[in-house]
């Protein structure tokens, strides 16, 4: 079947580094997303990783491995505003058609 | 400005009373999807299209329809709404074929409340 798991929360302290995890089971992967999410408002997007390896944008890293059906999302310099929800969401066409499954996400609250 | 606009962002409304949310976007995409987000449940998908007039199940189409005449345009129409689908929905799209790296833009939300 098709499931997602990502740990439900996280502390971390302003300042340092967080990675949060993903595990993931999927029959026809297509890609992986890494979302933000305040509470209340809407998903918004952080990285894409659809090879094998490290994604850099800024403060914030994406891993993949297929082979182990494994990802992170590695956050440096913790802010403040950075406590929110990440979701992680596998793209899926064993359908045929664009399927996006959803971790339950994992709320990160961040300490000064 | 590149968006998903849905509306409204907040609904209380009795049993049974038909509802619809909209949701527009103006990137051209031809992927649309309208989710509900519970508690410890994360997103769930309701339904999704692929292209104009191309619409499918996900995963909780039960008590749901949907409608994609136009490309821009792919309401959610609840007829008979119960109390257990009082949810904060969101409606989302993407680009599909060679824009393959295109992440799902969501809309702000309705929050809704059935009595």
């Known amino acids: 079947g098709q499931n997602i798991d990502q740990p439900t929360e996280m502390t971390a302290t302003e300042g340092a580094i967080v990675q949060i995890n993903c595990t993931y089971q999927t029959s026809g992967f297509n890609g992986l997303f890494w979302y933000q999410q305040h509470a209340g408002e809407a998903p918004t997007f952080l990285s894409y990783n659809v090879l094998d390896g490290l994604e850099e944008k800024g403060r914030f890293s994406s891993f993949l491995s297929r082979s182990k059906g494994y990802s992170y999302l590695l956050l440096k310099e913790l802010q403040m505003k950075d406590s929110a929800s990440y979701l992680c969401a596998v793209r899926d066409l064993s359908s045929g058609t664009y399927k996006y499954i959803f971790g339950t996400g994992t709320r990160l609250k961040v300490l000064a | 400005e590149a968006q998903v606009t849905q509306n409204p962002r907040y609904l209380i409304t009795v049993t049974g009373k038909k509802l619809t949310v909209t949701c527009s976007q103006n990137?051209?995409?031809?992927?649309m999807s309208w989710y509900r987000q519970d508690p410890g449940l994360g997103l769930r998908q309701i339904y999704y299209s692929m292209n104009v007039e191309v619409t499918d199940k996900g995963d909780v189409p039960e008590g749901y329809k949907v409608s994609r005449k136009e490309k821009r345009n792919f309401p959610l129409i609840l007829e008979s709404p119960s109390p257990n689908q009082t949810s904060l929905y969101f409606c989302?799209?993407?680009?599909?074929?060679?824009?393959?790296?295109?992440?799902?833009?969501f809309g702000n939300g309705t929050r809704l409340t059935v009595t």
């Open positions: 989302a799209s993407s680009g599909t074929g060679s824009s393959y790296n295109s992440p799902l833009h």
């Open positions: 990137m051209n995409h031809e992927y």
